[in-house]
């Protein structure tokens, strides 16, 4: 059943429509920006894949590397 929010385009959609969107997709988000994938290989994932690679994430943090994190 299609939704009213199907039907908008972007600039009818408020900044609290993309914020509610980015918690109910949060891990696939954290994976683009904490894991370093990028969105092609998280589209590739199935499920149990995404919550496998996020359980990873949790065991595993990525270290940042940088000048201020020596």
Do not use: I
């Amino acid at each position: 059943m299609a939704r009213l929010s199907d039907f908008l385009t972007a600039s009818d959609k408020s900044r609290r429509f993309f914020e509610r969107e980015a918690k109910k997709n949060w891990m696939y988000w954290r994976l683009v920006f904490e894991g370093g994938l990028s969105p092609s290989e998280v589209d590739l994932m199935d499920w149990d894949e995404l919550q496998e690679a996020n359980a990873a994430l949790d065991m595993f943090p990525v270290r940042k590397v940088g000048v201020l994190n020596v």
